[in-house]
């Protein structure tokens, strides 16, 4: 690994008056734990069903019913917190936070409020900065208010009582690409954990933003909190329009103008962020310990079994991708952003014994027949190819056997259909075609006519065959073995 | 054979299992009884007529094929209107749960239904449990069978009546600071607040969470045993229910000898009534008699008892009472059309005057700035009261003392005077805030203007201590005739 630098955060620059403006952020994500069921109840986690169908007496809060803890769901929160480095925290409570809304069937939520489940940790970004957690807490998600369908609001309860973490940062981040970079890492190792598959469509990875910025070398300034930010783009897009809102604000000389602490929501359409609610009228949560729910213990050696299950992370992989496997970063990086494709390379890497042509192949080929919907496989899960064959087939170009555009489409079909590379060389009609006096023929037959290509070859300019290849390869069907052609050739013109 | 109002629970279900009673007769005996009392007691919301036949027929059925007769077989049962029975109405005695229908059973009352109990009705309780009159009902107040112009205690209160009127020999209270061992003193019954999270509190309606135990009404101390043998026990949904299975009735003789009772002296206060202090004394003598020693005991911080249980139960309750918002099921008014017009115009409508008052207190003691002068502060009296316990059962094994500071009063008497009306928990609330098992058993009568009222000696011990407990109640019981004696309105 290369050694660390840590960049100086860059300053933002007045157009107007030349003050150099430091921006402060920090991140509150909150992370859909990938269980099966919701976190005080059994009813099923599901996006699609229809509304109202995943409810039960304990998450409509019908009277007398009481919550119990999923145990699945602390088991995936306390992985997260090994995988980001946190100490989790020997005994944690759960506590109730109230407010009304019509999406909150008890009229709190149940959350931990100052005594959470893990504290500390943090990520390293590639510019050398460590951004650190201050705590990660368990709660529960509300239902869904909606508010489109006519005159009145629908409620849909099957989201309330989805298991939630929520990661809170120290004011670590100076710029929009921190953040959306912490935001990307975050979302890696909380899939690499699997913790959460963080599809932020499905609303599994949410992130508000706090932020103030102040001149170089002052005191912080007031921090505003921004919400509805559900996607990375537009909290690149929100920092970047705030930052400059708040430094237009200071620098106005209008009072009215001056940023106040408040919660602002970011409008992805008008590309601005607008008041939301003011610090006044900021909830009183009214906070106090869950009695239904006893105190939260995690035994010693519940770490450590949880710990030894946390698999390699992206970032280390990345590194040694580079050191040991003789990857370009670039590729790295490709290769370990997901832990089902790092491990299908790592597989299809040590079972051929030509890591870089396992990555070339990954990355030139399966991730981008991903995006081809007449293929129809999306995803490492989704495809029939298995790492073996891929290094048989990695294999069998080496060998000649198949060639490389024989090869492509032999993968096409591994990935759909699967099965042996070498069969498929054969059914698909792809062997090349090694037999000399079948060449010749094909060769024979592209000379014809060619007498300036001929002459050419003939007066030194040997490159100038290369425009034979194509009608020999076309005549063999693709099959010709390239490199016995262009032997063929050359024999036959200067010997000819 | 015994008329039906005559035998307790344990007597009836040996009958039935025997099959020398049948159910059918006993619901028909329990309904009639209703029928007739109910006009002048008020204590029931809910009637179950039709359900308790069906249920009835269905166990004499399953008797004569050959099915081992449940421990509560066929045995007329009341549930307090905060207990969840699918599609029964359980509206609390407020206007805001008026007309709702829980979509599940509460694991202590399948437990009851499955051990063969008949439930005939739902019955009335001061709104959420919060009273200790039955004056806060929104469906008027219930009549004590004693005399009919005295309260029965509350909350429980349409569960005391009907069994002190003989209508069903066992009924479910919940007993939060002390409403079912102060209605179980003023009606002369036994009532038996089992140690906190003995029995599943899913299926009971949240009014003090930390608090709230499920706890029965009979006329012998042998049927509270019954009664919890059947309903407590560990259950999954409720994950402050305690571990271990229902405690096993200790059937050691009829004497108290090397038994040590605490005596504190802060439970004989200024403000106990002479009919009290005794008929307690004389209790006190009673055990003395049975071989127990008596042994002074201090709990030097009961003065702080309720204005620390008036801090976290109302807290707890303005937590627990955020549900009825009008959203989901329950009472609605529009208001001015706006969300928060539609909650305050619902929760202004529906809550009576006393759960307002412990909402806004509670609200109150939980706001930020104030938390840690009240709430806070209320934690931590809450734990020097559960050390004033630990110490005293270091040197005892029960303590003794009255359950209710004064007889029943009548109905009107404190209703306008809130303070009043909290200072009659005055004895039973720091066992509530201790979590402690606690008993209530007939101990005596005074004389109130030429009306014979019951007196309640309460037994409390440590933790997990219920079935020692009930042992002594039993004893005392077997000493003594109060248990015996019937109110005038008597089935």
Redo the contacts between chains.
């Keep these: 690994m290369s050694p660390l630098t840590i960049a100086p955060s860059p300053a933002v620059v007045s157009p107007r008056t030349g003050v150099r403006w430091v921006p402060v952020i920090g991140l509150e994500v909150h992370c859909q734990l990938a269980t099966r069921t919701k976190l005080f109840c059994a009813c099923a986690v599901d996006f699609g069903a229809p509304p109202n169908t995943l409810t039960c007496?304990v998450c409509?809060?019908?009277?007398?019913?009481?919550?119990?803890?999923n145990g699945e769901a602390l088991e995936l929160a306390l992985r997260a917190a090994l995988a980001l480095g946190c100490a989790v925290q020997p005994t944690s409570k759960f506590d109730?936070k109230?407010y009304?809304?019509?999406d909150l069937?008890?009229?709190?939520q149940i959350s931990q409020y100052d005594r959470p489940y893990c504290t500390g940790g943090g990520l390293l970004l590639s510019n050398g900065k460590f951004v650190r957690l201050t705590r990660i807490h368990m709660e529960e998600d509300a239902g869904k208010a909606i508010h489109d369908r006519g005159d009145a609001?629908l409620?849909d309860l099957n989201r309330a009582g989805v298991p939630l973490i929520e990661s809170v940062t120290e004011a670590d981040m100076a710029s929009a690409a921190e953040a959306v970079e912490y935001l990307t890492a975050l979302k890696e190792i909380l899939r690499y954990a699997g913790v959460s598959e963080c599809d932020m469509e499905k609303g599994e990875l949410r992130c508000d933003v706090n932020i103030s910025v102040h001149p170089e070398g002052e005191p912080w300034r007031t921090k505003v909190e921004l919400k509805n930010l559900n996607s990375f783009r537009f909290v690149e897009a929100a920092i970047g329009v705030e930052v400059a809102r708040q430094i237009e604000g200071y620098e106005s000389g209008d009072a009215r103008l001056v940023p106040v602490q408040e919660t602002r929501l970011y409008d992805p359409e008008r590309n601005t962020t607008r008041t939301m609610r003011s610090k006044e009228s900021a909830h009183?949560y009214?906070?106090?310990a869950e009695?239904?729910?006893?105190a939260v213990s995690v035994a010693p050696s519940v770490i450590e079994r949880l710990r030894s299950c946390i698999p390699e992370l992206p970032a280390a992989r990345r590194a040694r991708y580079v050191s040991a496997l003789g990857l370009a970063a670039q590729d790295a990086a490709v290769l370990s952003a997901e832990r089902a494709v790092a491990e299908f390379f790592e597989a299809a890497a040590r079972l051929s014994e030509k890591p870089k042509e396992a990555a070339n192949w990954i990355t030139n080929d399966v991730l981008r027949n991903f995006g081809d919907a007449e293929l129809g496989v999306r995803s490492v899960d989704e495809m029939a190819l298995r790492p073996y064959d891929l290094a048989e087939l990695i294999r069998l170009v080496d060998e000649g056997a198949v060639n490389v555009a024989g090869a492509r489409k032999v993968l096409r079909v591994l990935m759909k259909s699967g099965g042996r590379a070498r069969e498929l060389v054969k059914t698909l009609g792809l062997a090349q075609v090694q037999d000399t006096a079948q060449l010749e023929a094909w060769c024979r037959a592209a000379l014809v006519g060619k007498e300036k290509i001929v002459a050419d070859v003939r007066a030194g300019k040997t490159q100038a065959l290369n425009a034979l290849l194509g009608p020999v390869m076309k005549a063999s069907g693709g099959t010709a073995d390239p490199k016995l052609v262009q032997e063929i050739l050359l024999k036959l013109v200067q010997n000819g | 054979m015994k008329p039906y109002a005559e035998l307790d629970a344990t007597a009836l279900a040996a009958e039935h299992a025997a099959g020398a009673r049948r159910v059918t007769d006993t619901t028909e005996a329990a309904l009639a009884a209703l029928a007739r009392l109910e006009p002048r007691l008020n204590a029931f919301l809910v009637v179950l007529a039709d359900r308790a036949r069906a249920r009835a027929a269905e166990l004499e059925r399953e008797r004569a094929a050959g099915a081992t007769p449940g421990a509560l077989h066929g045995v007329p049962v009341a549930l307090k209107a905060?207990?969840?029975l699918a599609g029964v109405e359980?509206n609390?005695g407020s206007r805001i749960?008026a007309g709702?229908k829980?979509?599940?059973t509460?694991t202590f009352v399948q437990r009851l239904l499955d051990a063969g109990a008949v439930v005939i009705g739902m019955t009335n309780m001061d709104e959420f449990a919060m009273g200790s009159s039955s004056e806060n009902s929104a469906f008027g107040p219930t009549h004590n069978p004693w005399d009919l112009a005295r309260t029965p205690g509350g909350s429980s209160s349409g569960s005391a009546a009907a069994v002190a009127s003989g209508i069903v020999p066992l009924a479910l209270g919940s007993d939060t600071g002390g409403s079912v061992r102060q209605p179980a003193a003023l009606c002369n019954l036994a009532g038996f607040k089992p140690t906190y999270g003995r029995v599943s509190?899913?299926?009971?309606?949240?009014f003090g969470?930390?608090l709230d135990q499920v706890s029965p009404f009979a006329r012998s101390v042998r049927d509270l045993e019954l009664a919890l043998s059947v309903i407590a026990g560990h259950d999954?949904?409720?994950?402050?229910s305690l571990p271990e299975p229902a405690p096993i009735p200790e059937h050691d003789g009829a004497r108290l000898d090397g038994l040590r009772v605490g005596v504190p002296k802060e439970y004989f206060p200024e403000v106990l009534s002479g009919g009290v202090r005794r008929a307690s004394e004389a209790a006190l003598a009673t055990l003395r008699g049975l071989g127990a020693e008596l042994v002074p005991v201090a709990l030097p911080h009961t003065e702080l008892a309720i204005p620390t249980y008036y801090v976290v139960a109302t807290?707890?309750a303005?937590?627990n009472?955020?549900?009825y918002?009008g959203?989901?099921?329950g009472a609605r008014s529009a208001g001015d059309g706006s969300?928060?017009g539609m909650?305050a115009a619902t929760r202004a409508a529906a809550f009576g005057a006393e759960v307002k008052r412990r909402i806004l207190l509670g609200?109150y003691v939980?706001?930020?700035g104030y938390?840690d002068a009240w709430?806070g502060r209320a934690l931590k009296v809450r734990t020097l009261l559960r050390r004033d316990f630990e110490q005293a059962f270091e040197q005892v094994d029960v303590l003794a003392g009255p359950t209710s500071p004064t007889a029943a009063f009548r109905l009107g008497e404190k209703a306008g005077d809130p303070v009043a009306m909290y200072l009659s928990d005055i004895l039973t609330v720091p066992v509530s805030l201790a979590g402690l098992p606690a008993v209530s058993v007939p101990c005596g009568f005074v004389d109130e203007d030429g009306t014979r009222l019951p007196i309640g000696l309460q037994l409390a011990g440590p933790a997990r201590a219920d079935a020692r407990v009930l042992r002594v109640a039993r004893c005392f019981e077997s000493a003594t005739d109060f248990a015996r004696q019937r109110a005038p309105l008597f089935a």
């Design positions: 007496p409509t809060a019908q009277p007398g019913a009481l919550p119990v803890l109730r109230h009304f809304y019509c069937p008890k009229g709190y609001t409620v009183d009214r906070y106090f009695p239904d729910l006893p | 905060n207990m969840c359980a609390c749960l709702y829980p979509p599940y509460a509190r899913y299926g009971l309606v949240a969470s930390s999954e949904r409720d994950s402050t807290a707890e303005s937590s009472l955020a549900r918002d959203v989901r099921y969300l928060q909650y609200t939980l706001s930020a938390y709430y």
